[in-house]
């Protein structure tokens, strides 16, 4: 981690997860050494059959993070780009669980302190086992294009073009076009 | 070599009528003798039959309902989830099995449990919650009559908490309708054997678990290495993607491509609208999201919802192949829709849908022919396709009114009301007979009727290569596919991985064999655990010996040997009895039992140590 800057986020796509939960298995595997996804810092939330969802809740490494800001024992740092536990100052008063608006950091009998994402020093081992591309680790200056496009997309729909057909005048919708008369 | 991990070496006892649970060790013997899974409900099973005499009624107090994972069951691993349910099946009352994907058995793990063995019958409808160290038998009499989806939820709103995993019976458990599934995380069943049924008669509404312990692995580092060939291999497999996208659904197409589809009561084996209830229909209008088993990266698992329409607004986890075929083209449904508010029906009363699929298309030749009359059918005339009807009868079914009462009997209760409907209803053993027509592969055929929990395929799944690369196989090769499947498919369900990524992707099953090395730390070949696999099918055997099947039983639908499909590649295609009764002697003869079917009484020697059965002093 040292001197590595993170500017890319762990991003979520809930469409594509399957709920496999490999990603709980690797998480714990690296950071415990032990196959316990309920040591995991990352968690796959399924809900069904209304709304049917199957959504991994991850730390988003908030640059203002609300963890940090709760935390009496300044447990909780943005350290290049990344929440870090300082575990030696950590006094495991879970505060901080119940800061997080996404409830992604947890808690385990068998463990001191809180388990945070740390995202494996710039290379989440979560990203790289998701066979389903659920998990990805994208640049911030792409966050939210998707959703952009897609607005632009919406937007164009609606749009009128004029054209000319037989030198007469015309203007369709794109929405329009392809739809049968 | 010695088990170092792999197991809390735990068996939680639970007797419903004395209202206690109890933890007892495990030995080691047991454990390297029986794997786990369906190995540890053979024996366990078996103990208990000998107990009694092998004297048991299979919905009375003293039929064992076993609940095991395997040793790699929730292990990082590629499809770990699985967990098989083991009783004296109601349908057959003969050994019967189911195994189910999903969480529930890794959770079963993470409260430190290797198996559960349940017996007596509460005196309320009631849950038993596990929780890590802790076993308690809740009266929940508020549940009864609520469908597997909604006691679900209203379990986990009573408890306050979604972190839990709950295997659950529906309407169908309750009414101990013979075919009744165990319905876990929502929609993943265990679906064959009548479990629910055994559920409902012990007055068991559902069982759930949470557990937070680590699952003991010997080797993490060579399980990570040996993981990482194992993930890569599948990932670059050609059809990965495939089963990803469409899962088993991709099977209707092949199936009625070779003719083995069943249509319209197994008539026939193409289905003219095939292509309005397959994979690709499923992905341009229904498919909604994916739905992995634990630790699976091949998610064959679909939900579809329908969008517009008089079914507007159905959700359903699947469907997958089989359900698919035995309410689509078994019925002669060549609506999508219909096919999978059928299945969530099916999912909500807590019933199996090929023998729901099976029963129904019986019903409806049946009438056809003039076997039953109008007033069998209360009045309302069924047909081919007619969605309403088949909508209602599954629910007569599952709350057993007026002719579903005795549908609800399965093959059995049918062809005791009407024998002759024996002409039309395909089971063996009393099962229903999965979707997979026998009659143009002799090995598919024999291992239907092999098979130790009736006419199912998971024991042995040998058609398509019988279709693709047999025309010419002897006898020798047909016998011994069938029985090197009935070797190393048992073994998956002993170690609770899912068989898939080995049938389907062609996932060497050497890889299993190293998987249990680095969590057990015992070092076994392959052969020798295919040898103790081998073992489990002997003592099923015995098992259903000892409870009256011989060669008798070893039988197959009567339709099989004397309608052939009517058209197709297939058409015209039987089994003639001389084919089978011959090749079913050499199998004898290979499996090393008599020509009556029965394995050597020395055989009964092996399976005589009393490891376990600790409990058995403790009543």
Redesign the interface.
Same mark, same amino acid.
């Given at each position: 981690m040292e001197g590595y800057i993170m500017t890319k986020r762990l991003t979520v796509i809930p469409?594509?997860?399957?709920?496999?939960? !490999?990603c709980e298995?690797?998480c714990a !595997?690296k950071h415990f050494?032990?196959?316990? +996804?309920?040591?995991a810092a990352i968690r796959v939330? !399924?809900t069904? +059959? *209304?709304p049917?969802m199957?959504m991994p809740i991850v730390c988003s490494q908030c640059r203002s993070p609300l963890c940090a800001r709760v935390c009496p024992a300044d447990a909780l740092r943005l350290v290049n780009g990344v929440v870090q536990l300082i575990e030696e100052n950590c006094v495991s008063c879970y505060k901080c669980l119940e800061a997080c608006p996404f409830g992604a950091i947890y808690a *385990?009998?068998?463990c001191d302190l809180p388990i945070k994402c740390d995202m494996c020093g710039g290379d989440p081992e979560c990203v790289k086992?998701c +066979?389903?591309a659920a998990l990805r680790l994208i640049p911030e200056a792409v966050l939210g294009e998707s959703k952009r496009l897609n607005n632009v997309l919406s937007y164009a729909q609606m749009k009128e073009i004029e054209f000319y057909e037989k030198g007469e005048k015309k203007i369709i919708r794109y929405a329009e076009i392809g739809e049968e008369s | 070599m010695s088990i170092k991990s792999g197991y809390f070496k735990k068996h939680l006892h639970v007797d419903l009528t004395r209202g206690n649970a109890e933890r007892l060790d495990l030995s080691e013997t047991f454990i390297k003798k029986y794997i786990g899974g369906r190995g540890f409900g053979a024996k366990l099973i078996w103990d208990n039959l000998r107990k009694h005499d092998f004297k048991i009624d299979p919905l009375g107090p003293d039929n064992l309902l076993v609940i095991a994972p395997g040793p790699l069951t929730g292990v990082y691993l590629p499809s770990s989830g699985k967990n098989s349910f083991v009783a004296i099946s109601p349908a057959t009352g003969l050994y019967g099995d189911s195994s189910m994907g999903g969480g529930f058995g890794v959770e079963l793990r993470q409260a430190g449990i290797d198996a559960v063995s349940i017996t007596g019958r509460a005196p309320e409808l009631s849950v038993l919650l596990i929780e890590n160290g802790e076993t308690t038998i809740l009266a929940m009499p508020g549940l009864k009559g609520k469908n597997c989806l909604e006691a679900e939820g209203l379990i986990k709103e009573r408890l306050g908490t979604h972190a839990v995993h709950v295997a659950t019976i529906g309407v169908g458990g309750e009414n101990m309708v013979k075919f009744a599934c165990v319905n876990t995380d929502w929609s993943r069943n265990a679906g064959r054997t009548g479990i629910g049924a055994i559920m409902g008669s012990k007055n068991l509404k559902a069982i759930v678990v949470r557990g937070d312990k680590d699952i003991p692995v010997y080797n993490v580092a060579g399980l990570v290495a040996e993981n990482a060939i194992a993930f890569k291999y599948m990932r670059e497999h050609k059809y990965f993607r495939m089963w990803q996208q469409e899962g088993l659904m991709n099977v209707i197409a092949y199936a009625n491509e070779k003719g083995i589809l069943p249509s319209y009561n197994f008539k026939d084996g193409v289905f003219a609208k095939h292509d309005q209830i397959n994979g690709a229909t499923m992905l341009s209008g229904y498919k909604i999201g994916d739905s992995a088993c634990f630790s699976c990266p091949m998610c064959c698992g679909n939900i579809c919802l329908v969008k517009n329409g008089k079914y507007a607004g159905t959700v359903v986890e699947g469907p997958e192949y089989e359900s698919c075929a035995m309410l689509g083209s078994n019925l002669g449904i060549d609506n999508f829709a219909a096919v999978l508010s059928a299945n969530r029906l099916c999912d909500e009363l807590g019933i199996d849908t090929i023998s729901t699929g099976g029963v129904i298309g019986a019903v409806i030749e049946g009438y056809e022919r003039g076997i039953l009359s109008l007033a069998d059918l209360d009045g309302r005339e069924i047909t081919w396709g007619d969605e309403e009807a088949i909508l209602g009868l599954i629910q007569k079914i599952a709350r057993r009114q007026g002719i579903g009462n005795v549908l609800a009997d399965g093959a059995r209760g049918i062809i005791k009301r009407w024998p002759e409907m024996d002409k039309v209803i395909l089971h063996v053993k009393g099962l229903e007979q999965s979707a997979y027509d026998s009659r143009s592969s002799l090995s598919m055929a024999l291992a239907y009727a092999t098979s130790d929990i009736g006419a199912h395929h998971t024991r042995a799944w040998t058609i398509a290569k019988e279709m693709e690369q047999g025309q010419n196989w002897s006898d020798d090769e047909k016998v011994d596919i069938v029985i090197y499947h009935q070797k190393v498919r048992p073994l998956f369900d002993m170690l609770g991985v899912c068989r898939l990524p080995w049938i389907e992707l062609g996932l060497s099953e050497r890889h299993y064999a190293n998987f249990y090395k680095y969590v057990t730390g015992e070092e076994a070949s392959l052969e020798e655990l295919l040898e103790r696999s081998n073992d489990i099918y002997n003592l099923t055997r015995l098992i259903n010996v000892r409870l009256g099947t011989s060669r008798k039983d070893d039988s197959l639908p009567r339709k099989v040997w004397a309608n052939p499909p009517l058209t197709g590649p297939t058409a015209g295609r039987i089994i003639k009895q001389d084919d089978f009764n011959r090749i079913l002697s050499l199998y004898y003869q290979k499996r090393g039992w008599n020509e009556d079917g029965i394995p050597p009484a020395s055989l009964e020697r092996k399976f005589e140590d009393w490891a376990v059965p600790a409990w058995n002093e403790h009543r």
């Amino acid at each position: 981690m040292e001197g590595y800057i993170m500017t890319k986020r762990l991003t979520v796509i809930p469409e594509q997860c399957s709920g496999c939960r !490999i990603c709980e298995l690797v998480c714990a !595997i690296k950071h415990f050494r032990v196959n316990n +996804p309920k040591k995991a810092a990352i968690r796959v939330m !399924i809900t069904y +059959p *209304h709304p049917v969802m199957r959504m991994p809740i991850v730390c988003s490494q908030c640059r203002s993070p609300l963890c940090a800001r709760v935390c009496p024992a300044d447990a909780l740092r943005l350290v290049n780009g990344v929440v870090q536990l300082i575990e030696e100052n950590c006094v495991s008063c879970y505060k901080c669980l119940e800061a997080c608006p996404f409830g992604a950091i947890y808690a *385990h009998q068998d463990c001191d302190l809180p388990i945070k994402c740390d995202m494996c020093g710039g290379d989440p081992e979560c990203v790289k086992a998701c +066979p389903k591309a659920a998990l990805r680790l994208i640049p911030e200056a792409v966050l939210g294009e998707s959703k952009r496009l897609n607005n632009v997309l919406s937007y164009a729909q609606m749009k009128e073009i004029e054209f000319y057909e037989k030198g007469e005048k015309k203007i369709i919708r794109y929405a329009e076009i392809g739809e049968e008369s | 070599m010695s088990i170092k991990s792999g197991y809390f070496k735990k068996h939680l006892h639970v007797d419903l009528t004395r209202g206690n649970a109890e933890r007892l060790d495990l030995s080691e013997t047991f454990i390297k003798k029986y794997i786990g899974g369906r190995g540890f409900g053979a024996k366990l099973i078996w103990d208990n039959l000998r107990k009694h005499d092998f004297k048991i009624d299979p919905l009375g107090p003293d039929n064992l309902l076993v609940i095991a994972p395997g040793p790699l069951t929730g292990v990082y691993l590629p499809s770990s989830g699985k967990n098989s349910f083991v009783a004296i099946s109601p349908a057959t009352g003969l050994y019967g099995d189911s195994s189910m994907g999903g969480g529930f058995g890794v959770e079963l793990r993470q409260a430190g449990i290797d198996a559960v063995s349940i017996t007596g019958r509460a005196p309320e409808l009631s849950v038993l919650l596990i929780e890590n160290g802790e076993t308690t038998i809740l009266a929940m009499p508020g549940l009864k009559g609520k469908n597997c989806l909604e006691a679900e939820g209203l379990i986990k709103e009573r408890l306050g908490t979604h972190a839990v995993h709950v295997a659950t019976i529906g309407v169908g458990g309750e009414n101990m309708v013979k075919f009744a599934c165990v319905n876990t995380d929502w929609s993943r069943n265990a679906g064959r054997t009548g479990i629910g049924a055994i559920m409902g008669s012990k007055n068991l509404k559902a069982i759930v678990v949470r557990g937070d312990k680590d699952i003991p692995v010997y080797n993490v580092a060579g399980l990570v290495a040996e993981n990482a060939i194992a993930f890569k291999y599948m990932r670059e497999h050609k059809y990965f993607r495939m089963w990803q996208q469409e899962g088993l659904m991709n099977v209707i197409a092949y199936a009625n491509e070779k003719g083995i589809l069943p249509s319209y009561n197994f008539k026939d084996g193409v289905f003219a609208k095939h292509d309005q209830i397959n994979g690709a229909t499923m992905l341009s209008g229904y498919k909604i999201g994916d739905s992995a088993c634990f630790s699976c990266p091949m998610c064959c698992g679909n939900i579809c919802l329908v969008k517009n329409g008089k079914y507007a607004g159905t959700v359903v986890e699947g469907p997958e192949y089989e359900s698919c075929a035995m309410l689509g083209s078994n019925l002669g449904i060549d609506n999508f829709a219909a096919v999978l508010s059928a299945n969530r029906l099916c999912d909500e009363l807590g019933i199996d849908t090929i023998s729901t699929g099976g029963v129904i298309g019986a019903v409806i030749e049946g009438y056809e022919r003039g076997i039953l009359s109008l007033a069998d059918l209360d009045g309302r005339e069924i047909t081919w396709g007619d969605e309403e009807a088949i909508l209602g009868l599954i629910q007569k079914i599952a709350r057993r009114q007026g002719i579903g009462n005795v549908l609800a009997d399965g093959a059995r209760g049918i062809i005791k009301r009407w024998p002759e409907m024996d002409k039309v209803i395909l089971h063996v053993k009393g099962l229903e007979q999965s979707a997979y027509d026998s009659r143009s592969s002799l090995s598919m055929a024999l291992a239907y009727a092999t098979s130790d929990i009736g006419a199912h395929h998971t024991r042995a799944w040998t058609i398509a290569k019988e279709m693709e690369q047999g025309q010419n196989w002897s006898d020798d090769e047909k016998v011994d596919i069938v029985i090197y499947h009935q070797k190393v498919r048992p073994l998956f369900d002993m170690l609770g991985v899912c068989r898939l990524p080995w049938i389907e992707l062609g996932l060497s099953e050497r890889h299993y064999a190293n998987f249990y090395k680095y969590v057990t730390g015992e070092e076994a070949s392959l052969e020798e655990l295919l040898e103790r696999s081998n073992d489990i099918y002997n003592l099923t055997r015995l098992i259903n010996v000892r409870l009256g099947t011989s060669r008798k039983d070893d039988s197959l639908p009567r339709k099989v040997w004397a309608n052939p499909p009517l058209t197709g590649p297939t058409a015209g295609r039987i089994i003639k009895q001389d084919d089978f009764n011959r090749i079913l002697s050499l199998y004898y003869q290979k499996r090393g039992w008599n020509e009556d079917g029965i394995p050597p009484a020395s055989l009964e020697r092996k399976f005589e140590d009393w490891a376990v059965p600790a409990w058995n002093e403790h009543r």
